[in-house]
């Protein structure tokens, strides 16, 4: 995470392919947005690649919005940049 004055970004979340599915990532994301809304941060930043569809749903489900596309971060791919707020 990086931490800004009232937002803050998740920058990679990654979890080892024999832990998915376990809710790992779930509670990391939890426990993150828990210490940021302690530190005063009111809004979450997430990204993920288009193709990632996995990951773009995962954040669906725990509240985050699609609110922007970014052409080519990836070399060819598209970013999807989606946020939350925290209250």
Known sequence: MTYY???????LLAVKTEFQGKGVAQKLVVWLEAVALNA????IYVQA????????????????????????VYGIESQI???KKLC
């Open 49 to 72: 690649r288009e193709t990632n569809k996995q990951g773009v749903e995962f954040y669906k489900k725990l509240g985050y919005k699609k609110f922007a596309e970014k052409q080519q």
């Open 81 to 83: 940049r989606m946020f």
């Open 40 to 43: 005063g941060i009111r809004k």
């Open 5 to 11: 004055e009232d937002s803050s970004n998740l920058d």
